[in-house]
């Protein structure tokens, strides 16, 4: 538990909540690209959020667009205050939790019911922006295999071209949390229309999960047992997600690669 805030911090929140607070329990979360501060107060668990760079403000509206549309649908919490000279957000009640894969498959399938409303992901564009962002020391390939990686992806993925769903675009575990008595995701700065694949991929690859419990995922997922062509589905997208968080990796943190390259 944080006993102190930063300057930041409490400037942030007194933005959030109109006041100053002095309440005595924070939290700081580990997030990807963003800040998330854990407090209670008058008996409600509250999460700021903020990123750590600075964010384009079109870019972040319509983040807080979808997140919007999946709480109407009870999967993301709602917003209860906005800080927009800082990008900042105050939520109800989320709660950091690891769940079960039950229960994270019964979300992913939820979300992919949602309305289309993001744009389709260019997973080639993907690839050549965070090549691109990398800098040359720490690229852990060549531009001629990005390029090969990049076509190969954008092939995997055009065979879905007619089946995109709502995506979230980065259901990793710390993005997923408890509400209540039911689970929900935030940070939707990624969402996009893409295969079903991709975010069961983001997923499974993230937590690195053994054949046993991929097929468990599959399983809850598809509600009966993942065939032969479903579990080689996931195997592919799985590749080309590990592959790009590489290129993430190596382009956010400024550092050369620490994983093995595929």
């Known amino acids: 538990m944080a006993k102190t805030l930063s300057s930041t911090e409490r400037e942030l929140l007194a933005g959030l909540l109109g006041f100053n607070p002095c309440s005595a329990a924070y939290q700081r979360l580990e997030g990807s690209s963003h800040n998330l501060l854990r407090f209670t107060l008058r008996g409600d668990l509250l999460v700021a959020r903020w990123p750590k760079t600075a964010r384009p403000g079109a870019i ?110 980065d259901c990793v575990a710390t993005n997923v949390l408890q509400l209540g008595n039911r689970v929900v995701l935030i940070d939707w700065e990624y969402h996009c229309l893409a295969p079903r694949w991709w975010d069961l991929a983001i997923y499974a690859e993230s937590q690195q999960l053994n054949s046993d419990a991929t097929h468990d995922l599959l399983q809850n997922y598809c509600q009966a047992q993942p065939s032969r062509e479903t579990r080689s589905q996931l195997k592919a997208f799985r590749t080309i997600y590990a592959e790009l968080a590489i290129l993430w990796h190596c382009a956010t943190m400024h550092a050369p690669n620490h994983y093995q390259t595929p």
Do not use: M
């Open 60 to 169: 972040w509206w319509r983040e807080l667009s979808v997140q919007q549309l999946a709480a109407q649908h009870g999967l993301a919490p709602h917003t209860l205050a906005l800080q927009a000279d800082n990008q900042s957000t105050l939520l109800r009640g989320a709660d950091p939790l690891r769940l079960g894969l039950r229960e994270v498959a019964k979300l992913l399938q939820q979300c992919h019911q949602l309305p289309k409303v993001s744009q389709k992901l260019d997973i080639a564009h993907a690839f050549r922006y965070w090549f691109e962002s990398c800098q040359h020391l720490h690229r852990p390939w060549t531009a001629q295999a990005n390029q090969q990686k990049a076509e190969h992806a954008a092939l995997k993925f055009s065979e879905f071209e007619t089946r995109l769903v709502q995506s979230h675009g």
